[in-house]
């Protein structure tokens, strides 16, 4: 059997940091890229502009295997095409990511997604940034994180981000957003928002973003997946 690509998993809340950690890491290794939440979004996304109920688990299953979405990376930043229509901005707004927690808790929409995920693991390398990365997509993967974050102080980011979009957003709503999101994710029948059991969970509350990239690169030369810097 010929041996699989190295997989490094990282998974935690919305606004731990993961996909910005993700990208970075990549980058530096050279490794390719999974953003599982994407894919959700896209799906939720697609939804509404078809006009699909939310919890019409059949039909949004069957969009979710059919989505026709292209990843593009230009000038070291990530573009998403759905249908033809470039919609990186529009999968990142509230809407559609409150939209993406509900359809990600539903089983068959799950299902639907499982393959094309693991599809993405490819030599040299694969750092997949999701939810449930460790816990069901990958769950051999060599190494696993689960990055984290207070409630409050991924507010405070999402706050600041949306401000230099120049996004009107109360801190407070972002908060209750949050933290009902939270609730949901951890609570979901459905692969829910947990570390696996061999992760290793790292709070990024008072780190920065090189730190956070170096310890997990320090991690990963630990683990023997890359010569040691």
């Known amino acids: 059997m010929t041996e699989q690509a190295a997989v490094l998993t990282i998974d935690g809340p919305g606004g731990a940091g993961k996909g910005t950690i993700s990208r970075l890491v990549a980058e530096r290794l050279g ?3 999974l953003d599982s939440g994407a894919l959700y979004r896209l ?3 697609a939804a509404i502009r078809h006009g699909v109920a939310l919890d019409d688990e059949l039909t949004l299953a069957r969009l979710a295997a059919e989505l026709d979405v292209v990843f593009l990376a230009e000038d070291g930043e990530g573009r998403v095409v759905l249908e033809g229509q470039e919609v ?3 999968i990142r707004t509230e809407d559609v990511g409150d939209a993406a927690s509900r359809v990600a808790s539903l089983p068959k929409v799950r299902t639907a997604l499982l393959q094309r995920q693991r599809d993405f693991r490819q030599a040299p390398g694969l750092v997949a940034d999701g ?3 460790g816990t069901v997509v990958f769950q051999e993967a060599p190494l696993k994180i689960f990055l984290t974050a207070s409630a409050e102080e991924r507010a405070r980011r ?4 949306l401000r ?8 407070s709503s972002l908060l209750k957003e949050i933290q009902a999101r939270d609730a949901r994710d951890m609570q979901r029948s459905v692969a829910p928002l947990v570390p696996a059991d061999d992760a ?4 990024t509350t008072s780190l920065t973003i090189p730190e956070v990239v170096d310890r997990l690169t320090a991690l990963l030369a630990r683990e023997g997946l890359i010569p040691d810097a």
């Open 43 to 45: 799906t939720a996304l």
């Open 131 to 133: 939810r449930d990365m």
């Open 158 to 161: 999402r706050h600041l981000q």
């Open 31 to 33: 490794w390719h890229l």
């Open 88 to 90: 990186t901005g529009d």
């Open 164 to 171: 230099e979009a120049g996004v009107d957003a109360s801190l």
């Open 200 to 203: 290793v969970t790292l709070d």
